[in-house]
């Protein structure tokens, strides 16, 4: 008796192996609803970012020849930089603390230990990175650490966590992180038995912390041992525009959000995280906005990578840039300011921007012509894009320098993607999602229901914070070197 054969079924992150070896897995195909807008007051565990710890004689001036920033003895406040490969291409993003090392004779349980067989007050450093390329990273430093006097491991998970805490009231500033003996002690004490800043009984205690300068208002970054949140962090942390102290009170305002919800805000922001987003070995830099994001010294000397970075910053011309972007439907009309919906039509409740898969080609409707950028990540009907600036923005590159144009000339762009093979995928639960995609933008147009060719149009933005920190005014000075 002839048994009827199983459909074929291939997962979203095998299929992006298939087409896009040189890119990052497809997201997993989801069906949950998008998050809501995000508030102007909170938190988010990062249970996608991991630590590693490097410690040593050696540590800084072994830091400082491999990462983009410069990293100078004694510092005491942390900083986002980049690892790139003798190329020019991005490796890693990352957070870098400075800290002071301790023994680890007597901590606590899950704090302790970061540096074991180290001398006290030898310089030490924790590096976040992306959960999933934690193991490379540490390959990579052992790769160039030759006889320097370093350690690297890589942190357990419960040891620390890492936070990002956010409020739009404040501008949060810079400021020096405390030691790990405070980290320390703060862990083996009783939280009742921990003083605020008044000096009175409260629940605060000590964290190693970082300004988020990748755009401004985005937040602060927090490591905490696993049995601490930001709510219970020191309001001494948080500086106010006007150099008080947030009162103690406010930290109730404070709710703790989804990582999702940290996601948005970035997207939101234009800001790309995490090697499936900056993909390993082939980004570029500048096109991911690592330099308008604080995470490069174009004056500091040399370091792996160097080379192309500086002569793309001093002669060349940045082209593409990683930019948020919108998806709405057509008739719609074209969006003028981005603004997230989370009731979104197009997406019929479901994550519309996460059903669109990494590397899905963006074209000019309307007009023949190269692609116009690549889709990078999103969720709902907001996202990330790698954009060609001339063709999707108001940014014009001539010859003579570059130049505005109000609207961008009001073309419009469309995501185009599909094919019954990502039709076909299941999500992580086995629950066959076949046609899920065909609801973002109002079906296909191609072939057996929902196997053809999908497609949403889509609009791009240039964040303010791109033209104060660079924009046009680089693109005139690039051109006319």
Not at 84 to 106: E, K, M, W
Not at 192 to 211: K, V
Request: hydrophobic share 30%.
């Amino acid at each position: 008796m002839l048994t009827r054969p199983r459909p074929l079924t291939i997962c979203a992150r095998c299929l992006a192996r298939r087409h896009l070896s040189s890119t990052p897995s497809s997201p997993t195909l989801s069906t949950s609803p998008p998050p809501a807008p995000p508030p102007p007051s909170g938190c988010a565990k990062l249970t996608n970012r991991r630590l590693l710890s490097l410690h040593g004689h050696d540590a800084t001036h072994f830091l400082q020849g491999i990462v983009t920033q410069n990293v100078r003895a004694g510092q005491t406040t942390g900083f986002y930089s980049a690892f790139l490969n003798a190329q020019g291409r991005v490796l890693h993003d990352v957070f870098i603390y400075p800290t002071t090392h301790f023994s680890s004779a007597g901590s606590g349980p899950g704090v302790g230990g970061w540096g074991k067989g180290g001398e006290e007050g030898e310089p030490s450093y924790l590096i976040e990175v992306d959960a999933e390329e934690v193991g490379r990273l540490l390959a990579h430093v052992r790769k160039y650490k030759l006889r320097a006097k370093v350690t690297a491991r890589v942190l357990e998970v419960g040891e620390l966590d890492v936070w990002s805490a956010w409020d739009e009231r404040e501008k949060w500033t810079a400021h020096s992180s405390p030691s790990l003996s405070s980290i320390n002690a703060s862990a083996n004490s009783s939280p009742n038995a921990t003083t605020n800043d008044n000096g009175d009984n409260g629940t605060a205690t000590a964290a190693i912390t970082c300004p988020d300068p990748r755009a401004p208002g985005l937040g602060h970054r927090l490591l905490l041992p696993s049995s601490q949140t930001p709510l219970s962090v020191s309001t001494s942390h948080f500086p106010s525009q006007s150099q008080q102290h947030i009162p103690h009170e406010r930290s109730h305002d404070h709710q703790i959000h989804p990582l999702k919800s940290y996601t948005l805000r970035r997207h939101l922001f234009g800001v790309p995280e995490g090697q499936s987003e900056i993909p390993y070995s082939t980004a570029l830099p500048a096109e991911s906005n690592i330099d308008y994001m604080s995470g490069i010294d174009f004056r500091k000397g040399c370091y792996v990578g160097q080379e192309l970075t500086i002569r793309t910053h001093h002669i060349g011309v940045v082209r593409k840039r990683i930019l948020p972007v919108q998806l709405y439907n057509d008739g719609g009309g074209l969006p003028r300011e981005m603004r997230y919906g989370p009731e979104w039509e197009g997406g019929e409740g479901e994550d519309g921007g996460e059903l669109i898969p990494y590397g899905a080609n963006i074209e000019r409707i309307g007009k023949k012509g190269r692609s116009a950028g690549k889709w990078v990540a999103g969720t709902g009907n907001v996202g990330l894009a790698l954009c060609r600036l001339e063709i999707m923005t108001d940014v014009v590159l001539t010859e003579g320098g570059g130049s505005l144009t109000e609207g961008g000339g009001g073309d419009e762009f469309r995501v185009v993607w599909g094919g019954g093979e990502i039709n076909r995928a299941r999500d992580g639960s086995g629950e066959d999602v076949s046609g899920v995609g065909s609801k973002v933008g109002g079906g296909s147009n191609g072939g057996e229901e929902g196997r053809g060719q999908r497609e949403v149009r889509v609009k791009a933005f240039v964040p303010d914070w791109h033209r104060n920190r660079g924009g046009v005014r680089d693109v005139q000075r690039d051109l006319k070197t």
